[in-house]
């Protein structure tokens, strides 16, 4: 049975055993007060005690069934990335030095690795929260189409677009992957241009209605639906700090490549007790991301310098 479905019936059952001890509590508070027969209270009692007990058993059961399916999930999916980056990193290099690397198939491998990426992580997401996440991955691109990264200024970088890389399979079918410009999405210009870690928010529309009437600017989307999609949401960067790859620089600053965004219909997907653990969790896969990310940048600069020189 789907997680969710088996989450949805635990619920249910839940519910329902909770309705009826209430309703028996009800009578047995009546028929003390009306005065009945003893014999019809301790039956009454005896209802009370059994649906409370079948409560605290359908709750156990659902606390057993998430704590294993979050450690399964998160061990199998962390595992499998990890492996995945290992690998393609190897197989890239091995294709550059027998010359059977081109840019199609870089550009491929950057969609593949995408799309697993997004995947993983929907699946640990869905399975902690009990919620359908949805998963994509933004990037900055080329006029060629593949991976830039950028090392500019806020100023600079607001004017800057990202590109949907990929989304992941629980995402609903009518958003398109489509082009976004910094500046038209907070979450992306906070990040990018505002020094912020991250964004996460629990309640968009209520933060959209805060953040309107302290700042007279409301919360913005690309796409002008977003509430039709999503009511939280989570995004990250795909980045380094700048000084740990250049020797000769010191300093702030950081190489960005994009942003991975997890987001949900529901406003208890992501508690506020709980959202920092889950931004965690995906900047551990945009460091993973960032690490291949790199490599298919640099592959791609080597590609064209042998077309150079082969000229």
């Not at 156990?60 to 704590?67: A, F, G, P």
């Not at 080329?142 to 989304?167: F, N, Q």
Request: with cysteine; aromatic share 12%.
């Amino acid at each position: 049975m789907d997680i969710i479905k088996r989450y949805k019936l635990i619920d249910s059952l839940e519910l329902l055993f909770g309705i009826v001890g209430a309703c028996a509590t009800s009578l047995s508070i009546y028929i003390v007060l009306s005065d009945k027969s003893l014999s019809g209270y301790i039956f009454w009692t005896l209802i009370i005690v059994g649906m409370v007990t079948c409560v605290v058993l359908t709750k156990l059961i659902k606390v057993q069934n998430v704590s294993i399916e979050r450690l399964k999930n998160f061990s199998e999916a962390a595992h499998r990335i990890n492996h995945m980056v290992r690998d393609e990193y190897y197989r890239v290099c091995v294709l550059y030095e027998k010359e059977e690397l081109s840019p199609e198939v870089l550009i491929q491998n950057l969609t593949t690795i995408g799309d697993k990426v997004v995947n993983s992580l929907s699946d640990i997401l869905t399975i902690s929260t009990g919620k359908r996440v949805s998963v994509c991955i933004k990037y900055f691109y080329s006029e060629k189409g593949t991976l830039r990264p950028y090392d500019i200024s806020p100023d600079e970088a607001k004017e800057k677009e990202v590109k949907t890389l990929c989304r992941c399979t629980q995402t609903d079918t009518q958003r398109q992957r489509v082009t976004a410009k910094i500046k038209n999405n907070t979450d992306l210009y906070r990040i990018t241009c505002q020094g912020y870690k991250d964004f996460a928010i629990t309640n968009l529309p209520k933060f959209h209605k805060q953040l309107k009437s302290v700042d007279g600017e409301p919360y913005r989307d690309s796409n002008d639906f977003w509430r039709d999609f999503y009511k939280t949401k989570i995004t990250v960067p795909i980045r380094i700090e700048k000084e740990k790859v250049d020797p000769n620089y010191s300093g702030e600053g950081f190489i960005l490549s994009g942003f991975i965004t997890a987001d949900s219909k529901s406003t208890s997907t992501f508690p506020d007790h709980l959202i920092t653990y889950y931004t965690e969790l995906c900047k551990s896969f945009a460091d993973a991301l960032y690490y291949y990310f790199d490599r298919h940048f640099y592959y791609w600069h080597k590609l064209k310098d042998r077309e150079r020189m082969g000229k």
